[in-house]
């Protein structure tokens, strides 16, 4: 049997291909894609020093609002900006009484410090910094919060190590390296310098069919540019490893949400 894993044909899509890969997907990412714990917004709160409950919030790379129906939900006034027109039609069809805007990080639409969080949830790796961290300091207000979070896998968890290993030699990346350089609070987030973040994980986990747990992977943006039979071929091959962890046909995935919070002076 053809092993897919073992024999890759690396690709180099551009960033820009990669992120407009999402429209095309945008029911598959809502359907499938993980949420956010509570603790998260509990540590987005503790860091940031205030409450999001009646503040002014604008949720970046809102796609398809999975993180702006929570934070709408902690009682915040939040505004979602969304660059791709698949992923804006999903959020407006899903969350029909929140505000969305199409935009990007990188020149927001929105007035000079009229934010108190501004919040990142999967996207700000999609922004140039250069222009990004400037905007940021922009449209918050003194004291305000820039708040970045991404999940990511548990990799100390033997199976999740494993899956990423065969994923990492399917797409020619180092998952864990990737991680670490993501860990890399300020360094990554803002190579200039201009905001000090703080770092904190927070773990969670799900328990979820085994087709959702594939149709997640299948929603990242590498897997989205990937030529469909090889990806396919790939997530069949998975199911198979998968099987044989979890017979019963569900998966329990771990997160080590990432969460970076930096204060506006």
């Given at each position: 049997?053809?092993?897919?894993?073992?024999?890759?044909?690396?690709?180099?899509?551009?960033?820009?291909?990669?992120?407009?890969?999402?429209?095309?997907?945008?029911?598959?990412?809502?359907?499938?894609?993980?949420?956010?714990?509570?603790?998260?917004?509990?540590?987005?709160?503790?860091?940031?020093?205030?409450?999001?409950?009646?503040?002014?919030?604008?949720?970046?790379?809102?796609?398809?609002?999975?993180?702006?129906?929570?934070?709408?939900?902690?009682?915040?006034?939040?505004?979602?900006?969304?660059?791709?027109?698949?992923?804006?039609?999903?959020?407006?069809?899903?969350?029909?009484?929140?505000?969305?805007?199409?935009?990007?990080?990188?020149?927001?639409?929105?007035?000079?410090?009229?934010?108190?969080?501004?919040?990142?949830?999967?996207?700000?790796?999609?922004?140039?910094?250069?222009?990004?961290?400037?905007?940021?300091?922009?449209?918050?207000?003194?004291?305000?919060?820039?708040?970045?979070?991404?999940?990511?896998?548990?990799?100390?968890?033997?199976?999740?190590?494993?899956?990423?290993?065969?994923?990492?030699?399917?797409?020619?990346?180092?998952?864990?390296?990737?991680?670490?350089?993501?860990?890399?609070?300020?360094?990554?987030?803002?190579?200039s310098g201009r905001l000090r973040f703080t770092r904190r994980e927070?773990?969670?986990?799900?328990?979820?069919?085994?087709?959702?747990?594939?149709?997640?992977?299948?929603?990242?943006?590498?897997?989205?540019?990937?030529?469909?039979?090889?990806?396919?071929?790939?997530?069949?091959?998975?199911?198979?490893?998968?099987?044989?962890?979890?017979?019963?046909?569900?998966?329990?995935?771990?997160?080590?949400?990432?969460?970076?919070?930096?204060?506006k002076p």
């Open positions: 049997m053809t092993t897919t894993s073992a024999s890759p044909e690396p690709a180099t899509p551009s960033p820009a291909l990669r992120a407009h890969s999402f429209n095309a997907a945008a029911a598959q990412y809502a359907a499938n894609r993980p949420s956010y714990p509570p603790a998260l917004f509990d540590a987005v709160e503790e860091l940031a020093g205030r409450p999001l409950s009646g503040a002014r919030v604008v949720d970046v790379g809102a796609g398809t609002g999975i993180a702006t129906a929570l934070l709408d939900a902690r009682g915040a006034d939040v505004l979602a900006v969304e660059p791709g027109a698949g992923m804006a039609a999903e959020f407006r069809r899903a969350l029909p009484h929140l505000p969305i805007v199409r935009g990007n990080g990188n020149a927001l639409p929105v007035a000079d410090a009229h934010a108190d969080f501004l919040t990142y949830a999967q996207a700000w790796h999609w922004t140039d910094t250069a222009h990004s961290v400037p905007e940021a300091l922009r449209v918050l207000r003194p004291g305000g919060a820039l708040a970045l979070w991404w999940n990511t896998d548990a990799l100390d968890i033997e199976w999740i190590a494993e899956a990423a290993d065969r994923t990492g030699r399917f797409l020619g990346v180092d998952i864990a390296a990737e991680k670490r350089k993501a860990g890399d609070g300020n360094q990554a987030a803002d190579p927070v773990r969670w986990s799900r328990r979820v069919p085994i087709d959702t747990h594939l149709a997640n992977i299948g929603s990242h943006s590498a897997f989205l540019v990937t030529p469909e039979e090889r990806r396919n071929a790939f997530l069949e091959e998975e199911r198979g490893h998968l099987l044989k962890v979890f017979p019963d046909g569900i998966v329990e995935e771990t997160y080590d949400v990432l969460l970076l919070v930096a204060t």
